[in-house]
């Protein structure tokens, strides 16, 4: 089992910047792949950023290329994203995962988190 608890979530004015982290435990966390996914009100889980065990992989979503960046430290079993730019569309619960391969589909994430709300304000 791995378990996953996310922080840094909040309300930040459009164009404003904040950094989400999830730490993980349990299992030997560092083998597993890392995402990013976002659920907006009335809409479905959508991905957003994933990061090999490695860190030398990254996909990000076409929407927030540029915008956020996914990162982890195996040292310290904790990946984060961090925002910048913020829009009221990236208004949404965010959830990390973990899964045994690099994937932009959450079907392949056995391992979710609670979740964190990110609200960006006009």
């Known amino acids: 089992q791995v378990q996953l608890v996310e922080s840094g979530g909040g309300l930040v004015q459009a164009g404003g910047s904040l950094t989400l982290s999830c730490v993980a435990s349990?299992?030997?966390?560092?083998?597993?792949?890392m995402g990013w996914f976002r659920q907006a009100p009335g809409k479905e889980r959508a991905f957003v950023a994933a990061i090999t065990w490695s860190g030398g992989t990254l996909y990000y979503s076409d929407s927030v290329k540029g915008r956020f960046t996914i990162s982890r430290d195996n040292a310290k079993n904790t990946v984060y994203l961090h925002m910048i730019s913020l829009k009221t569309g990236d208004t949404a619960v965010y959830y990390c995962?973990?899964?045994?391969?690099?994937?932009?589909?959450?079907?392949?994430?056995?391992?979710w988190g609670q979740g964190n709300q990110v609200t960006g304000s006009s």
């Open positions: 349990g299992r030997t966390v560092s083998n597993y792949a």
């Open positions: 995962g973990a899964a045994t391969i690099l994937a932009r589909v959450g079907a392949h994430y056995p391992y």
